[in-house]
């Protein structure tokens, strides 16, 4: 199969537009709620909560005994919010900083979660074949029933970030203003890292607990390199999250034995090096550019004032000594003279036939700071 015949069959194979589907409201999901992990810098929580959810998913199993879809994801995000409540209570109530913090729980969970895998393999169940894919996610194994259970969770989400639009807003930008302003800020906290748990949970079995954090995080930093506003971080972290399912989807599809997890955290890395480079502004492509514009601004400067005050000091500025001073200024190139001419600061017909216009007269004093010369 190749990306082509993959997007056709989009619309016509059942298989492919459940996988398809799942990944574009993972990616939906995941590209919202990482908008505010990044704000509040908590980048690094959804790592935490993403390696702590496997403990979840391994009591689910036991005391369930089936791989239900519903009871995976609610054991995973118990898991989840509990290591979020922990990493809270850490920094509370001792002198750890959040890094270290963050880093104890998702050690404890993660290890706790590896021994009850060790343990499940050893017990006599059929049904524990395939839970270890969790660990790097299998978008194969996606059941439309499992995609219905993603796209409710992603609504439910999407409708609470509206309902609470501007209090997360000011919450993510400033808590202590949002607290004088009367917001109940510990309400808010745990509704985003809820929210937060929810965007981790449903990409386990796609992407699984290892690479979730990325595809959280690595969309919102994309976004964030677009624009300032928040809606549009929030619009744009969405539409490359989904673009992130769907393509490394394709791509997967198309290749042999791509585990379709990694190529989709794949894919959203690349549109962030993309986003790093060539987005307007803040990209690196911007701002060497703008290094360069303010490099050339300032030679014209630097020119306009030497060949001011060449001509306030020098009676005859076509004398050879004044054109070696002229000739030695900094800038002092025929582009720079271009510049100057196009910008009507000064008349030239040669290097050295030229002169200051009024408008260039009046620019050269105001640089030099001879507003009262003659």
Known sequence: MDLYNFFIDLFTDYTTQTIGLGTAV???MSGVLGVYAILRKQSLLGD???HSALPGIALAFLLTGT???LFIFAGAAFAGWLATFWIGAIIKNTRIKSDAALAIVLSVFFGFGLVLLTFIQRIENANQAGLETYLFGQAATLLQQDVITMAMIALFSLIVVV?????????SFDEQYAKTLGFNTRFLDFAINTLIVLAIVIGLQTVGVILMSALLIAPAAAARQWTNRLSGVVVLSALFGILSGV????????GNNLSTGPVIVLVS?????????????????AKLIGKQKNRQSLAVSKLLEGLYQTCITHQNVKHQHSLNIIKALPGYNKK???TLKNDGLIDFTTETEWCLTDKGLFMAKKHSGNGGAN
């Open 26 to 28: 993972l990616g939906l």
């Open 48 to 50: 935490a909560v993403a």
């Open 247 to 254: 393509v490394g989807t394709g791509i997967s599809s198309v």
């Open 67 to 69: 791989k239900n879809t």
């Open 163 to 171: 309902l609470l639009w501007k209090e997360f807003k000011l919450f």
């Open 336 to 338: 720079t003279l271009l």
């Open 269 to 285: 890395i690349v549109i962030v090096l993309i986003s790093f480079v060539f987005a307007p502004g803040r990209g690196w492509l």
